[in-house]
């Protein structure tokens, strides 16, 4: 059988829309059956982690005790939407974790119990349990079978099917040594015999630990998600304060308070609505990154990539195509466009890399006609390919009429030219040097007609090409503040011609992996943080020193054990697409929190007028709602204040809708919509509740 | 002339007179505090409280050296005024010992909330060598810890924020005894006296005996102002014709509550490098200010019956517009200093001299209270709002994470959870009760007034409540104790947790916060949050009396 060339899995960069994740299931839907869930959490060991609910829990216990004794109207409604407010919270955790639940299951089927062939130490194999594995076992895997757990090739190649995990059916390559050797256990192995060194512990594998996280099992709250609890906490603490306060001044101004208002009261001042939804908003902002197929090892990555403001990028493969292709061909002295197209046509025909079909197609595409044999055709009429070869750095074909093509390193051109007697364009050194200064590569083409000395034909511009929207996206990446470098192998005036063309804000050019850990060391000294995608082993120090360190899934073990996050289509450019994300998550928070607070304004006007409004009857000039009674003023904010956590529930897993614009401009917008909206929603929604809630008997 | 249209103009030259003046102060205040070299009396200083100027402080070191000044200082005082029988020009004059426990904390703290009448309770050796000094010293305390919180956002990677007795001694010989001696000789001009001399009692034309009271009031008066403290010499305070004699006196009083706090927002800018910060700073301070002044001069006008507005409990000689602009400052930077009774104001007139100070003293703030207490609120509003760009919080490139967020809500936690307490407890509590004059609403003022001015470090009377009783000179007392140590403890653990930091660079995603976006979302956080926490008080004090 014949393995595809290395070259082809090179090529093998997924589009990232060719990979839509199975439809899910309505909103709704999964909110119904995470209910259950939810009722479950409202056991008051899981609640104490969030402060917020837990206070509405212990207001609904009291109020629940409160209205058995005396029971009103007014105080078992107020109860039951308490109780509703508590479940509420819980749902929306709950309809966060049910949707990593569905993707776990699916990855849970891989993970059944394979029998491992291990090899023992004199080479024969023995048949083992998968779960019996350990770090550093040996094992045989061959076409069909599944591979029992993660591990590095260290013998042989073969092609793997992946789509357990990537979802994506085109398999891929996995060979010993090298940048692709690592294989994930639960995978199959299409074709051809692997050894494998495996490298986690049953239990601790990828899969593993990607049910953990889509579960959110292993989910711990991130920095950022911590400093937010405590200023909610915080606020929760004053208003605890304020409300306990008003009782004595309600009894020095002559009326004593019910304890089912003041209740009522701090639920609604107190930041429910965030405190309910904060812990979804993280759960759902790993879920967007496990649907574009990356892991994010820690929520604590993806807050951070909102906090990028240096992004590293490979030039291969990620800024172009990995391979150089045709963009251009110069004729030298006296030849031909045509002339040196169909040379280059006919030395190209037999040379399978991409660079050579490149040149082939770029012929045939500049409109290059005639006699148009096929390498077949040319074999059987009896011409003979000369290989490319590390010594001649040359290759091309010698036709049966005699006459003979070469293309190659111009250097080794000449050198052919000359010792066959030939002489030297003398245009061709000026042709060469324009390429290289436009960041080309120059392949010098020479054709020799029979009996006739050879002569230089021409030069072909072979060029790394950019990949389209690049430059678009940098621009966008500059308006939010994140530079872009350009990390290349390539010396400094290709690397300056390629960064130009892209947009890219800097480059570092011949980079070692020494280089790049250097640069990521000084950005981070002056207070930069820094993302970057790798797959070598030798990028794995670079991606654990980054801020947030994107592996590639085909990449080495090492690399995806350095990074904090793994890409499962091995795209780099979703860098891009990830720091958006982050930033998302952020701005989800932001505004839900601000919206939060924003309603407490409407509350007061809601509430304190019905509170005193038999003692002060003046205070009737604040109730601006003209709500009903004080009854259904009071209980339309309970409600109001229950409700709002349900229709939220969408935006704070969705996210807010976030546009890559400056952040002043981002500010000013989700200041008009949460803050301002926020100010004014809860005043039409109370008032909306409220002549609904008059009509219940008992409350007027 | 309308007294809005009259406070508009007051506003107005204030305003003109602060620029002229705040821009040199201000310039000055940074060359002090970034100073090298000591002057030779302060060496001399140093040596003899055995301090080493050169060696600075962590923030733990820091806040050790605050409280412990603090701490010391309020025995002495209370010593002081304990044996003030045995000292010479104390006039026969005494308090008791919880009344001068009380005082001993008020001025120690910048309070100067004064449960004593000056006249009866501190004879001038107590005037000079206590309270003056401490007027004085617990001025120089509060800019030396902002100077140490702008320090912490200044520097990065950086252990120290300053060493607190340079930077305490820098602020009293430096800054507030120069300006204290041109001003003392103003107010002379103007008519204050300065004198060491005994009441005289004098018979009247119309055969009423009347005693005309003496002492070193002018020295006493302009660090009264100028270092935003406001315990006058004679019990009636600014109001009195010896403290405060005419119009020209009123604005000068003015003028020197209001000019170390708003130079010390061009100190901010000079000292972290971008000035635009800290006009920022000084446009929201000064919209609250003129905010405030307007509504309380509507609000005075609104409520009277007569033309002129409502006089009661206002000089003559100041009017309504120079009563509130006066008023304002005072309310609104710590000082507790009044020329007019704000018991008397209409009930909205009233509450917004109280709201000023629960705006956590930031319109502009006591000296340096006042530019810590906003950079604070800047904090939390950059932790709300900063998160709706997407990135983590920053304020001038320091992250605001945990530590920050803790610290910072912490320190704005402490003043509305001492006055909500301290409160709530005394309107039920007989002893507390009894001491209020009025009843009803007004007398939930007169309450939550006292408490509000001692948590706030303010020390402005409210009058009608006589707080010269064990329960309320305890409580009050523990208040500014609290308050005053708690939030500098707090804030200079920020300054400490921001010091360390590296410094991120600003791009075009960070939030900008110098721009009228943050200045309004600031003035709006600052509003809300003590909206937020004290509306459902102020509905059952001044705003039921005032919809009643």
């Known amino acids: ?700 | 002339m309308h007294p809005v249209l009259q406070t508009v103009l007051g506003l107005g030259l204030i305003g003109v007179i602060l620029l002229v003046v705040c821009r040199p102060l201000g310039t000055w205040l940074y060359r002090v505090f970034t100073d090298d070299k000591h002057w030779r009396v302060e060496r001399l200083i140093y040596r003899t409280a055995g301090v080493n100027p050169d060696s600075e402080q962590r923030w733990t070191r820091y806040a050790v050296s605050v409280v412990a000044f603090g701490v010391a200082s309020v025995a002495f005082l209370w010593l002081l005024i304990l044996v003030q029988g045995w000292l010479p020009w104390s006039l026969g004059r005494s308090q008791n010992w919880h009344t001068a426990l009380n005082t001993a904390i008020s001025f120690t703290t910048n309070t100067n909330w004064q449960s004593y009448a000056g006249e009866v309770g501190a004879g001038h050796t107590v005037q000079m060598v206590g309270l003056t000094v401490q007027n004085f010293v617990s001025a120089a305390t509060g800019i030396a810890v902002a100077i140490a919180l702008v320090r912490g956002l200044a520097r990065a990677t950086a252990q120290a924020i300053g060493n607190f007795w340079v930077d305490l001694t820098r602020a009293s010989l430096r800054v507030l005894l120069p300006i204290a001696v041109v001003g003392g000789i103003l107010l002379m001009l103007g008519g204050v006296i300065q004198n060491l001399a005994s009441p005289t009692v004098i018979t009247t034309l119309t055969g009423g005996e009347q005693t005309i009271q003496g002492g070193p009031v002018a020295s006493q008066e302009v660090i009264k102002l100028l270092g935003t403290n406001g315990g006058g010499f004679f019990n009636a305070n600014s109001a009195h014709p010896f403290e405060n004699p005419t119009a020209w006196t009123n604005l000068l009083e003015i003028l020197l509550v209001l000019i170390i706090p708003f130079a010390l927002t061009r100190t901010y800018g000079l000292m972290i490098g971008d000035r635009r910060q800290g006009r920022l700073v000084a446009i929201v301070m000064g919209t609250l200010f003129a905010g405030a002044a307007l509504l309380t001069a509507w609000a005075e006008t609104a409520a009277a019956t007569l033309q002129t507005g409502s006089m009661e409990g206002k000089e003559q000689r100041f009017g309504i517009a120079w009563s509130v602009l006066f008023g304002t400052a005072t309310t609104g930077t710590s000082t507790g200093a009044v020329n007019s009774m704000h018991e008397s104001y209409s009930p909205l007139g009233g509450g917004l001299l109280m709201l000023n100070m629960m705006l956590g003293e930031v319109s502009p703030g006591g000296v340096g209270t006042g530019l810590y207490g906003i950079l604070v609120m800047a904090i939390i509003t950059v932790f709300l709002s900063g998160l709706m760009v997407g990135r983590t919080p920053e304020l001038l490139g320091k992250t605001i994470g945990r530590r920050e967020i803790t610290y910072a809500a912490l320190a704005s936690i402490v003043m509305p959870a001492l006055v909500l307490t301290f409160t709530a407890i005394s309107l039920v509590l007989p002893t507390a009760r009894d001491a209020l004059l009025a009843s009803g609403p007004h007398g939930l003022s007169e309450m939550l007034y006292a408490f509000t001015s001692a948590s706030n470090n303010n020390g402005s009377a409210f009058a009608g409540l006589s707080a010269d009783q064990p329960w309320l000179n305890l409580t009050l007392g523990l208040c500014m104790f609290v308050a005053r140590f708690a939030i500098i403890t707090f804030t200079l653990a920020l300054a400490g947790s921001l010091a360390e930091q590296h410094r991120r660079p600003a791009t075009a995603g960070t939030m900008p916060t110098h721009t009228p976006l943050f200045g309004v979302l600031l003035i709006g956080i600052i509003i809300v949050l003590a909206g937020l926490t004290f509306f459902p008080a102020l509905a059952l004090g001044p705003i039921a009396e005032a919809l009643s």
């Open chain 1, 1 to 700: 059988m014949t393995l595809p060339t290395t070259q082809a899995a090179d090529s093998h960069v997924p589009d990232k829309y060719s990979n839509p994740a199975p439809p899910r299931p309505s909103l709704a839907r999964t909110a119904w059956a995470s209910l259950p869930q939810a009722l479950t959490k409202l056991d008051p060991r899981h609640l104490v982690r969030q402060p917020v609910v837990f206070v509405v829990w212990i207001g609904s216990v009291l109020t629940t005790i409160l209205s058995i004794i005396h029971p009103t109207a007014f105080s078992i409604s107020v109860t039951l939407w308490l109780w509703a407010t508590t479940i509420f919270a819980n749902l929306a955790e709950a309809v966060a974790e049910g949707r990593g639940k569905a993707q776990a299951a699916t990855l849970r089927q891989t993970r059944v119990d394979t029998v491992a062939r291990r090899l023992t130490d004199d080479d024969r194999e023995e048949q083992v349990s998968g779960q019996d594995l350990r770090v550093g076992d040996r094992v045989v895997v061959e076409a069909g079978q599944i591979i029992p757990g993660d591990g590095d090739v260290i013998d042989g190649v073969a092609t793997v099917d992946e789509s357990a995990i990537t979802g994506e059916s085109a398999p891929v390559i996995r060979e010993s040594g090298g940048d692709r050797c690592a294989v994930t256990g639960g995978t199959t192995v299409l074709s051809d015999r692997i050894v494998v060194r495996i490298t986690s512990k049953p239990g601790e594998t990828f899969i593993d630990r990607m049910i953990a996280l889509v579960e959110g099992a292993a989910r711990q709250k991130t920095p950022n998600e911590i400093a937010l609890s405590i200023l909610l906490v915080v606020l929760t603490l004053i208003f605890v304060l304020a409300v306990m306060a008003l009782q004595p001044m309600a009894i020095y101004s002559g009326q004593r308070l019910e304890l089912v208002v003041l209740v009522a009261l701090l639920v609604c001042l107190i930041p429910t609505t965030i405190g309910a939804l904060l812990s979804a908003i993280g759960i759902a902002g790993m879920d967007r990154l496990v649907q574009r197929n990356v892991l994010a090892m820690s929520g604590r990555a993806v807050e951070a990539a909102g906090d990028v403001s240096t992004l590293l990028l490979d030039k291969t493969g990620t800024i172009t195509y990995g391979n150089r292709r045709a963009a251009d061909v110069l004729p030298v002295s006296a030849a031909t466009r045509a002339e040196l197209l169909h040379a280059a046509y006919l030395s190209s025909l037999a040379d399978e890399t991409p660079e050579g079909r490149s040149i082939v197609d770029y012929a045939l595409a500049e409109g290059l006609s005639g006699d148009l044999a096929s390498a077949p055709d040319l074999v059987r009429d009896g011409a003979e390919f000369v290989p490319f070869t590390a010594q001649t750095r040359m290759s091309g074909v010698d036709l049966a009429d005699g006459s003979r093509v070469r293309k190659g390193a111009g250097s080794a051109v000449a050198a052919w030219v000359h010792a066959e007697g030939g002489h030297m364009a003398h245009d061709i050194d000026d042709k060469v040097a324009q390429i290289s200064r436009a960041g080309g590569t120059p392949l010098v083409v020479a054709a020799q007609e029979p009996g006739m000395p050879p002569r230089q034909l021409g030069v072909i511009f072979l060029k790394d090409v950019v990949k389209p929207g690049m430059r678009e996206r940098f621009d966008q990446l500059r308006a939010l503040g994140i530079r872009t470098v350009m990390i290349t192998g390539d010396n400094p005036l290709t690397a300056a011609a390629i960064a130009e063309e892209a947009g890219v804000d800097d480059f570092l050019a011949e980079a070692t992996p020494e280089d790049k850990m250097r640069l990521i060391k000084a950005e981070q000294a002056g207070g930069r943080l820094v993302a970057m995608a790798g797959d070598g082993t030798n990028d794995a120090p670079a991606l654990a020193q980054a801020d947030v360190g994107v592996a590639m899934n085909t990449g080495t073990s090492a690399a995806k054990e350095a990074g904090n996050m793994v890409d499962l289509d091995s795209d780099p450019t979703k860098l891009i697409d990830i720091v958006g994300i982050g930033k998302q998550l952020l701005i989800t928070r932001g505004a839900l929190t601000t919206f939060s607070i924003a309603n407490d304004i409407a509350k007061y006007f809601a509430i304190i007028p019905a509170m005193f409004v038999t003692v002060f009857p003046g205070l009737a000039a604040l109730n601006i709602m003209r709500l009903h009674s004080p009854s259904s003023a009071m209980l339309s904010a309970v409600i109001f204040n229950a409700l709002i956590i349900v229709a939220l529930i969408p935006l704070s897993l969705k996210g807010v809708a976030y546009r890559p614009l400056a952040a002043s401009a981002l500010l000013r917008r989700n200041l008009l919509v949460y803050g301002v909206g926020g100010l004014i929603a809860p005043f039409i929604g109370i008032k909306l509740i409220d002549l609904v809630v008059s009509l219940i008997p008992g409350l007027a």
